[in-house]
T-cell receptor, first 109, second 113 residues
Framework: GENVEQHPSTLSVQEGDSAVIKCTYSDSASNYFPWYKQELGKRPQLIIDIRSNVGEKKDQRIAVTLNKTAKHFSLHITETQPEDSAVYFCAAAGNQFYFGTGTSLTVIP | NAGVMQNPRHLVRRRGQEARLRCSPMKGHSHVYWYRQLPEEGLKFMVYLQKENIIDESGMPKERFSAEFPKEGPSILRIQQVVRGDSAAYFC???????????FGEGSRLTVL
């Protein structure tokens, strides 16, 4: 089956700085790569996704890049704000979803 | 369009009792996934179902756990003879097509005394 690795497990940044979270996957058949944000005690919510025919996608302060050859994809958050503090999960999907282990992001005011 | 609905949101059981968690997918979604999450940990896949079919149950413990998604009604995750280690948040998620745009419910938090 698929194996998704996510790094780092914790990340602290100053407000206004950028945050980068990286994931690798193993299954070449995976073709859909979503990112979820989970605030404490709440459900994971989809924040951005990218499909295998695209190399980069941006939505305001959030961007995701995909390198299919190297089997890795990354989440970039620019101009971080305290409300960005949460746990972020990457996932790789073919017919099934496989999640990374999560990154706890803390944005320090 | 209501989102993924899970109930109960909180459930307390004593050791040895049964827990039933229900999940109604988003309208038009026929793919349901169940995940377990321990405090400060990741989302552990349990089972993937379509209507009346279990597609992948590789994440389900071999004993005491079962899941179904009948033709009519919600998907149900059933845990028999619960133990303290079953205490966790159980999230259901649904998609219109397998492996695409997964939406999560609010979760059911099971506490076993």
């Amino acid at each position: 089956g698929e194996n998704v690795e996510q790094h780092p497990s914790t990340l602290s940044v100053q407000e206004g700085d950028s945050a980068v979270i990286k994931c690798t996957y193993s299954d070449s058949a995976s073709n859909y790569f979503p990112w979820y944000k989970q605030e404490l005690g709440k459900r994971p919510q989809l924040i951005i996704d990218i499909r295998s025919n695209v190399g980069e996608k941006k939505d305001q302060r959030i961007a995701v890049t995909l390198n299919k050859t190297a089997k890795h994809f990354s989440l970039h958050i620019t101009e971080t704000q305290p409300e960005d503090s949460a746990v972020y999960f990457c996932a790789a999907a073919g017919n099934q979803f496989y999640f990374g282990t999560g990154t706890s992001l803390t944005v320090i005011p | 369009n209501a989102g993924v609905m899970q109930n109960p949101r909180h459930l307390v059981r004593r050791r040895g009792q049964e827990a039933r968690l229900r999940c109604s997918p988003m309208k038009g979604h026929s793919h349901v996934y169940w995940y377990r999450q321990l405090p400060e940990e990741g989302l552990k896949f349990m089972v993937y179902l379509q209507k009346e079919n279990i597609i992948d149950e590789s994440g389900m413990p071999k004993e005491r756990f079962s899941a179904e998604f009948p033709k009519e009604g919600p998907s149900i995750l059933r845990i028999q003879q619960v133990v303290r280690g079953d205490s966790a948040a159980y999230f259901c998620a649904s998609s219109q097509v397998g492996g695409q745009e997964l939406f999560f419910g609010e979760g059911s938090r099971l506490t076993v005394l």
